[in-house]
């Protein structure tokens, strides 16, 4: 019974992994096409491009769900 409950609890996380390492380039992506077209302060800009290169290093770290909230914050700066 406890091998099994383990082995569930395992899956779920493995797979909540793999959802996040996808869901990375994606993000960046989104970033990428906004960026252009942003109305942002020079500061607000230089902020965006740091979170976005962390989340970019932090995906390739292996590190999805850092990532993930770097890209998420850089994604509400530019209003996406």
């Known amino acids: 019974m406890k091998l099994s409950t383990i082995a569930v609890a395992s ?5 909540s992994t793999l959802a996040f390492a996808h869901r990375c380039p994606a993000e960046m992506k989104a970033i ?23 989340g970019e290093t932090l995906h390739k770290a292996g590190k999805h769900t850092e990532s993930t909230d770097a890209l998420d914050k850089a994604k509400k700066m530019l209003g996406i």
């Open 11 to 15: 899956a779920l996380a493995l797979t």
């Open 32 to 54: 990428d096409a906004a960026l252009p077209k942003a109305k942002l302060t020079e500061a607000q800009m230089g902020e965006v491009k740091k979170l976005r290169a962390d």
